[in-house]
Structure formats: C-alpha cells, structure tokens
C-alpha cells in the first residue's frame, strides 16, 4: 500500500494494489488522524482518497505496483530486475562478511567457499566441513 500525506492540504491519498473498499479507506482515515493528531494538527477536515488505478493480478508484485503502479507481467519483471539492480549497485561492499553470520573477517578465522554460489563463509559457522573436499554451502545442498 502506499499513503501520501499533505498536512497543509489536510488530506491523504490511499493507493493499494488490491484495491481500496471502503473499509480500508475509513481505517487509513482514522490512523492518518491519530498521527497528525499526536503531531499536534488539527484533523476535523482531513479527508482520505484514491485515484483511479490498475489492480495487481497476481500475489507477488505489491511492491512494484506501489512504487509505479505497473500491471503488465512484462513490465513488472523489468522493473523488479531494475529495483534488484539498484539496489544491489548501491549497497555497502560485502565481500568481506560471512554469508552466514554476516559478521566481518577476522585476522585468525579460517574461511571455505562454496564451490556452486562462491559465497565465502567463517569456517566455525558451518560447522567446520573438511577443507580438502569440495565444499556446499547450506543453500546450495
């Protein structure tokens, strides 16, 4: 779902991929109002609406629909490979962690890399598998 606020307007705009109902509208309402009531503003006025949108057609792409409101099966796989991408471009290096713990190298630990993934793991936290056969990780067995 996604909720715009305009505290000067003093209004809300509800969008859900599913589709609003007015049950889900009143409950955005009164939780808009308790909000900017706890911020200090006055709500007698506020009002809550929605615009006219297309509905999400399967169960996995609510958060693309949210962020563009794209229905299309096409578009939504190219825009979950573009949000996986900038999000994977922005990220903090992470070559350094455990893929398991996701604690950083230390000095003295010992580490083994998964021969299918690559991902490099602390030798302890997987339970210390031998060092001189191949190695798989726990999502690769």
Sequence with gaps: MLVVMYPHEKKTLFLDPLGEGKGK???????????????????????????????????????????KFETSQKAVHELRLDIATSLLRESDDLSRLCFYCGMEEQDEEHWICCDICQQWYHHQCVQRPPVDQPYLCPGCT
């Design 25 to 67: 509208t009143k409950v955005c309402l009164q939780s808009t109002r308790a909000f900017m009531r706890m911020k200090g503003c006055k709500v007698s006025r506020w009002t809550c609406s929605t615009l006219p949108h297309n509905r999400q057609q399967d169960s996995t792409s609510c958060g693309v629909l949210a962020l």
